[in-house]
């Protein structure tokens, strides 16, 4: 079955800084990759996705780059502020299955 | 829309007592997913439902954990008897058909066995 590896585990940056967060996959046949935010004692929620027919997509200060030869994917944030932080997950999902399987999460923490 | 409802929002028992957690879908959606939380194995989804029919049950841990989808807008998840290693919080997500993939989840219930 897929496998997810996120890295780092946390990550702390001040204020203003980029924030970048990778993850790896190992089933080939995987074609949907969502990152989810997910706040303390709170739910975790979509942010953004992308497609295996895609290698990037970007919405305002958060952006996924996508390389399906290397099996990873990427979530940028950059100009970053003290609510961005949170747990972040990465995710993947074989196209036609509906299953998710998630990486560890990492724990952002934006200093101010 | 009230997004998914889950049931209780905290449970505490004790060892060996039945738990039963409660899900909503949102109206209209026909894939419910139960997840567990915990820190040392992070998300990990239990088993989904598509159409009210379980598609995959690999994820649950053992023949303790059962769950039931008997209609489109209700689930349930059952744990008996329980044990304080089942001590986690326990999502529910669901998702449209077709095209859509984003899966919506839950408050959670936080359960506590001691």
């Known amino acids: 079955g897929e496998n997810v590896e996120q890295h780092p585990s946390t990550l702390s940056v001040q204020e203003g800084d980029s924030a970048v967060i990778k993850c790896t996959y190992s089933d080939s046949a995987s074609n949907y990759f969502p990152w989810y935010k997910q706040e303390l004692g709170k739910r975790p929620q979509l942010i953004i996705d992308?497609?295996?027919?895609?290698g990037e997509k970007k919405d305002q200060r958060i952006a996924v780059t996508l390389n399906k030869t290397a099996k990873h994917f990427s979530l940028h944030i950059t100009e970053t502020q003290p609510e961005d932080s949170a747990v972040y997950f990465c995710a993947a999902s074989q196209g036609g299955s509906e299953k998710l399987v998630f990486g560890k999460g990492t724990k952002l923490t934006v200093n101010p | 829309d009230a997004g998914v409802i889950q049931s209780p929002r905290h449970e505490v028992t004790e060892m060996g007592q039945e738990v039963t957690l409660r899900c909503k879908p949102i109206?209209?959606?026909?894939?419910l997913f139960w997840y567990r939380q915990t820190m040392m194995r992070g998300l990990e989804l239990l088993i989904y439902?598509?159409?009210?029919?379980?598609?995959?049950d690999s994820g649950m841990p053992e023949d303790r954990f059962s769950a039931k989808m008997p209609n489109a807008s209700f689930s349930t998840l059952k744990i008996q008897p329980s044990e304080p290693r089942d001590s986690a919080v326990y999502f529910c997500?669901?998702?449209?058909?077709?095209?859509?993939?984003?899966?919506?989840f839950g408050p959670g219930t936080r359960l506590t066995v001691t």
């Open positions: 109206s209209g959606h026909n894939s």
């Open positions: 997500a669901s998702k449209d058909s077709g095209l859509a993939y984003e899966q919506y």
């Open positions: 439902f598509n159409n009210n029919v379980p598609i995959d």
């Open positions: 992308i497609r295996s027919n895609v």
